[in-house]
């Protein structure tokens, strides 16, 4: 099932179920589609991935600002609605098996220090999209060009 379908389908059941917060949850994410189907950019699973994790990284980011202003009820709906969002991403990857993955990478482009740090960030985010947080990549990177 596409994900436009399973999105529509699951706002028809939380509209039975009177789930208000998980239904406009849903409905931004209907609504991001949408616009990327009316785009420039075009349609299509990479898109999509793309606007579903930014989505969820603003309202994570969001909620991080809310809490230092001691806003936990906003927080907590962002926090909610992020977590709805990060249900129709792929299962993220842990740190052991990005380690994993970037260690092949870093033996592929034959780097053996911080100076070839873009060579393998260029391949490792190709390849690790959608797995993997940008800022997780980076950081192991560092941390393996470093030994």
Not at 71 to 99: C, H, N, T, W
Request: hydrophobic content about 45%; cysteine-free; glycine content about 4%.
């Amino acid at each position: 099932m596409a994900l436009e379908e399973k999105i529509n389908s699951d706002i028809k059941t939380a509209m039975l179920a009177r789930d208000a917060a998980k239904l406009e949850a849903l409905r931004a994410v209907k609504s991001a589609i949408l616009l990327l189907k009316t785009s420039a950019e075009g349609y299509n699973d990479d898109t999509e991935l793309k606007a579903l994790q930014k989505m969820a990284k603003q309202r994570k980011e969001t909620a991080e600002i809310y809490i230092t202003q001691n806003r936990k009820d906003l927080a907590d709906v962002e926090l909610f609605q992020a977590g709805i969002i990060e249900a129709y991403l792929p299962k993220q990857m842990s740190s052991e098996e990005i380690k994993s993955e970037i260690s092949k990478i870093i033996i592929a482009v034959g780097a053996s220090s911080a100076a070839d740090m873009g060579k393998v960030m260029g391949i490792a985010s190709k390849q690790l999209a959608g797995k993997a947080d940008g800022k997780t990549i980076s950081a192991i990177v560092k941390e393996l060009l470093s030994n």
